[in-house]
């Protein structure tokens, strides 16, 4: 089942996506819903990130060839994190599925995607363990990491390196039916594929990660959980596309626009 | 005028402060709102975070003498934040006046309060400048950043040391008429006052600080901004009380308990 969230009559509503179009529902993925009987043509979709999370949690460094590559880079030996510590990002930042990534005009040229898998909570949750851990989940999505890097050496927080407005595109949509072990995520620039790694080649995984927040943390319906990025990205410019695939759930896909 | 969020028949509801009562109110302070003519009296509420914030904001290091003191304990030399970097804390960790702050047990000894200002969004605002940025709030309210330092050193990120269940207690209420210039913060632990500063002794203030988030953010209703603390703490144990008083807004009080 795949869950969106559109604007359909002016009102952010959720829907579920079939073939070639999706069907209104009343009510949320998290409780009681029904479909409305009403159908939008798919292309006719204005997406929205497919939840607002209340808590909007996001792994830093969690593949190793990543970490490795950027060590390398800079000269110096990699450093693996130890233990699951997860990091935050900002809801004021999140747009949907083909919403573009609009770049304020004081950032440098160096600005950069990140593809990362996303995991939606489906129900509340504290001290999960391994084996029920992943009970909790509704399902997947995709999200784009967005960074200026320039910003995000000199400033103390990752504010607005990777929270301005439009710098975290979420979506398109929700599977609840989805083979972790299966998947891949490729990234394409104006449809030339850039990056292209096993998506649960994770230093902690999804697993990892929820037993050891839960512990101190209440997980509740609609937060979500970015489980980071591998590959080195180039920069962008002003009217390249972002291409998120990650097989199993769809593509996320946003054009940079400088302002 | 003061606004608080309350538990009344079960379920969270905004309220009007008055002398001994509270006032139970449909709708929100940040749209339409009728008040019910239902009254609770003071000692019979159950209080609620007065707000859930869409995005959590929190300043860091915001008070040269804390810098400055801390710097000292460790032998380095203070280094003060050169312009306002917005860092983030998680709703998942708010409760409200009153309500028990539930350390975990694995927690070292090393747990402190830190008593905040809380800036509320009003309206939502992007761009504000030096003359209108003021405008955008409703008001002001307390917060007790709990830490736990162990963690806050060993861990990658804040997640655990600051935002564990129950580490953010924020309330009573939030004061619409505020004098800020006039204010101090005033920490008491079992009703021995052991922290008084000046709160508006800020590094970066108020108005920097939503001049410079708004310029790559767009604030929104409910948001709120914390303004980080002075002073140096004390560990808590088991039992003790802490009493945040901010002049011209309340005191905000909770109480340790080890889990």
Not at 38 to 63: A, K, M, Q, R
Not at 179 to 189: I, M, Y
Not at 204 to 232: C, I, N, Q
Not at 249 to 259: A, D
Request: proline letters at 7%; aromatic letters at 8%; a negative charge.
């Amino acid at each position: 089942m795949r869950w969106c969230r559109i604007r359909h009559n002016g009102k952010p509503t959720f829907a579920l996506v079939h073939d070639n179009e999706v069907e209104v529902v009343d009510g949320t993925p998290f409780g009681e819903h029904v479909p409305q009987g009403t159908h939008v043509p798919i292309s006719d979709v204005e997406w929205l990130p497919p939840v607002i999370p209340p808590t909007f949690y996001c792994v830093g460094l969690n593949y190793r060839p990543h970490i490795e590559m950027h060590a390398k880079m800079r000269g110096v030996e990699p450093v693996f994190p130890s233990q699951p510590d997860i990091g935050y990002r900002a809801v004021n930042a999140l747009v949907g599925h083909q919403h573009p990534i609009q770049v304020p005009p004081d950032a440098s040229e160096q600005i950069q995607y990140e593809g990362e898998l996303v995991c939606v909570v489906g129900r509340e949750a504290k001290g999960l363990t391994r084996d029920n851990a992943l009970d909790c989940l509704l399902g997947f999505t995709i999200g784009n990491d967005f960074s200026e890097r320039t910003w995000q050496s000199s400033d103390r927080t990752l504010w607005r390196a990777k929270n301005s407005d439009t710098f975290k595109p979420m979506g398109p949509w929700i599977e609840t039916d989805f083979d972790l072990d299966a998947a891949r995520t490729r990234v394409s620039v104006n449809g030339v594929e850039c990056i292209d790694f096993q998506t649960n080649n994770m230093l902690f995984g999804v697993v990892d990660y929820l037993v050891a927040m839960s512990k101190y943390m209440t997980l509740v319906p609609g937060d979500v959980l970015w489980m980071g990025t591998d590959g080195h990205a180039e920069n962008l410019v002003d009217g390249d596309v972002v291409d998120i695939e990650i097989t199993g759930i769809g593509t996320l896909s946003n054009r940079v626009e400088r302002l």
